[in-house]
Structures are given as structure tokens and as C-alpha cells.
């Protein structure tokens, strides 16, 4: 199925163009010059269109940047989300599908060359809450390890499959932005932090 866009007329009504073709332009752009080199003029003209029209797309540098790093996301969660699905237990999945979606997000250099050079604080804000399309696809992918577990009594009974999906998300933020940590430092932190916070303290039940 085609993929629907969203279009807009440019300033003097002869051209249309979507937002996935100005993330495509300012992606090359970032390529070329560096995220945080690249103005939104540098993107606009990339793009083809004039700086009105951009604003009118994306209010701001900061939503575009929001938008290339949504894309990037899901396109990571694609890759792993057999990997994620095929885990039996709800610890190992937690532990080891962290540690490999960490490595995945670590692998992408434009991803984190964003984070490093071109943050602010609403970035910051979207890399721990993300937004609802990436909570539904996340959701997608976590429900089906989380609904074993449920089922077995080993995740807290007070927390939704979204709910547990958002301290994932939260945590994973955390550790991207701890650069100093390895493999083992991650999964120690995740053990500490990340289980039980979701299955709570199981020896003590």
C-alpha cells in the first residue's frame, strides 16, 4: 500500500512537499555539514522550498529534529522486535532486549550525533517520554513477553503494559546518555533498577 503523505504548498503554490521529504533533505544535510552546523535555511533550500513554507511544516528546528529522531526510533524497534518478541522470560527480555536495543541506538552515528551536538530540552523531553506513536509501536513489541510474564505472576499487578513500556523507555534514555557504561555496567544497572521496578521484589512475594 502507498504510503500516504502529508504534502503543503510552498510560498508561491507550485511545488508540494511532505515532511518525510525535508527530514530526507535535512538528513543530507546533517550528512554533509554536521546537525549542528546546518541551519534551517541550509534545509529549506535542500528541500527546494523557502524558509515560510518550512515553518509552516515543522513550527520549529526542534520538532524537525523531533520528527528524524521519531523515524529513527521506529526503524530501530523494527529491527529488534523479533529479537524482543522471542524471549520467554520476562527478565532476560528486559535485561538482554535492553542491552541489544541500547547497542542498536549506540550504532546509529547520525543518532547520536544529534543527542551529543543538537539537543535542547525538548529533545531531551522526547528521548524520555517519547511520543504516542512510538509508546503504541513499543507497546507492540514489549506486550507479548510482559502478557507471559502477567500470566505467570511475575509482573506487578499495579502496573499496565503501557505504563511498563514508559519505564523502559525512561531507562533506556538513561543509559544512552551514560556513554561510560559497557555491556556489563548496563545489564547490572538493568538487574538493579529495570526489574524490579517492574516485577517487583518476586523472592519476597
Not at 22 to 34: P, T, V
Not at 97 to 120: C, Y
Request: hydrophobic share 40%; glycine share 4%.
Amino acid at each position: 500500500m502507498a504510503r500516504r503523505m502529508d504534502t503543503h504548498t510552498d510560498s508561491v503554490g507550485t511545488s508540494r512537499t511532505s515532511k518525510h521529504e525535508i527530514a530526507e533533505a535535512a538528513l543530507n544535510c546533517f550528512e554533509q555539514y554536521g546537525p549542528h552546523r546546518t541551519s534551517m535555511t541550509d534545509i529549506a533550500e535542500a528541500a527546494g522550498i523557502s524558509r515560510k513554507t518550512l515553518y509552516r511544516i515543522f513550527e520549529d528546528r526542534p520538532a524537525l529534529i523531533e520528527h528524524i529522531l521519531d523515524r529513527r526510533l521506529i526503524k530501530m524497534g523494527n529491527k529488534i522486535r523479533k529479537k524482543i518478541e522471542s524471549y520467554e522470560d520476562l527478565e532476560e527480555a528486559l535485561i538482554e532486549g535492553s542491552v541489544i536495543s541500547i547497542a542498536a541506538a549506540r550504532g546509529d552515528k547520525l543518532f547520536n550525533e544529534i543527542l551529543q551536538k543538537d539537543t535542547n530540552h525538548r529533545v531531551d523531553q522526547f528521548l524520555f517520554q517519547g511520543n504516542d506513536r512510538i509508546l503504541r509501536d513499543m507497546t507492540q513489541t514489549w506486550s507479548p513477553v510482559i502478557d507471559k510474564a502477567r500470566a505467570k505472576g511475575r509482573v506487578r499487578r499495579d502496573l499496565s503494559n503501557e505504563r511498563i513500556v514508559e519505564l523502559i523507555i525512561s531507562i533506556h534514555a538513561l543509559l544512552l546518555m551514560r556513554d561510560d557504561y559497557g555491556k556489563d555496567e548496563q545489564r547490572a544497572f538493568l538487574s538493579d533498577l529495570l526489574v524490579p521496578a517492574i516485577m517487583g521484589s518476586l523472592d519476597k512475594a
